[in-house]
């Protein structure tokens, strides 16, 4: 596992792997790592930018935080990491940070809006 910042350039993201089998366990992975301070999970938070699944079944996640100043912020990759990694079928994961698109409420599922009161 390794856990990188994004570099200057061009931007990390792009679509996901959907059509790949370790998509939906990656998610559901996903779905069990929470920010502390909020009580819903980082996928349905929208943190999770992009799962990109090689014919390897390497994989590499692109997310964000809430904040910059998230207190988590050196540890929530690693929990992300710490998640999928002991996933059947997967052999390496590489989680990098981006703060680029900043994260909004927008981007939060349905199910989080509920969650939260925010429908």
Known sequence: MTQTDQMEGA????????????HEPIVE???SV????IPVNI?????????????ENDVSVIMTLTAPGC????????????????????KTVDVQLTWDPPW????????????LGFM
């Open 11 to 22: 931007p990390l993201i792009q679509p996901s792997s959907t059509d790949h089998p370790l």
């Open 29 to 31: 992975a996903c779905r």
């Open 34 to 37: 929470y920010d502390p301070e």
């Open 43 to 55: 996928f349905d938070l929208g943190l999770i930018y992009t799962i990109d699944i090689t014919p």
């Open 71 to 90: 207190p988590v912020a050196g540890e929530m990759p690693g929990w992300v990491a710490d998640a999928i990694e002991p996933l059947p079928g997967v």
């Open 104 to 115: 909004g409420m927008d981007m939060m599922s349905d199910e989080a809006r509920l969650e």
